[in-house]
């Protein structure tokens, strides 16, 4: 964080990231490619990567990978070829996937690894009751309860304490898209080293490996 571009807060305005503005632009045509995706066709974040552990018990969470730690999935892609063109254009992109979850839907209280990442939410397709499908946010006292809001960007530091729920009858999708924090160096040197380490791991490797059986 000493050697970070910008401060150390839970959520942050997505103009800091330029490149947020491309995905706004866009978010329609995403939103178009993300729908023909039917949920029941995405396979659930545990089933792919059982490393996730607790937080990814509940099945209704699912996720489309279209990039993870350099790795692309060309058969996702193929299915939503505008939103990969528009990925491409963002620099230093650690994953990218389309995630959804289902009526009923809880990602349990739970925080990243790194400060090294921030999390960007585009949101796609919310339920008509958006103040039953939110993610909530601690820091320090504070707590935020953030809806959902269809073409917005969420961007945050996911090292901060969170928690989703989804208590309505509707899906909701977003573009979820993580990026290294933008830092000056020696700590973006430490970054690409420990981000080159995370993609050769057994975390990674498995998930690649499930997808391919998958896909097989």
């Given amino acids: 964080m000493k050697h970070s571009f910008i401060q150390d807060q839970a959520i942050f305005d997505p103009s800091i990231l330029p490149w947020t503005r491309l995905l706004q632009n866009n978010w329609t045509l995403i939103r178009e490619e993300a729908l023909n995706i039917r949920a029941e066709d995405i396979p659930s974040l545990g089933e792919i990567s059982p490393d996730h552990g607790r937080i990814a018990a509940d099945r209704r969470w699912k996720s489309f990978f279209l990039e993870g730690y350099g790795y692309k999935r060309e058969e996702n892609r193929q299915r939503a070829p505008m939103t990969s063109s528009l990925i491409d254009q ?116 498995d998930i690649r490996r499930n997808l391919d059986k998958r896909n097989a």
């Fill in 90 to 205: 963002i620099p230093d992109v650690c994953t990218a996937s389309f995630s959804v979850i289902e009526p009923g839907g809880h990602i349990p209280r739970h925080r990243g690894m790194t400060k090294g990442m921030l999390n960007c939410h585009l949101s796609l397709k919310t339920p008509q009751d958006r103040d039953n499908c939110w993610i909530q946010l601690e820091e320090g006292s504070h707590l935020h309860k953030l809806p959902w809001k269809e073409g917005d960007i969420l961007l945050f530091d996911d090292t901060y304490n969170h928690e989703v729920w989804n208590n309505t009858n509707e899906e909701r999708y977003i573009l979820f898209v993580q990026v290294m924090r933008p830092c000056r160096p020696p700590a973006s040197w430490l970054l690409k080293t420990f981000f080159f380490g995370v993609r050769h791991s057994r975390f990674v490797q």
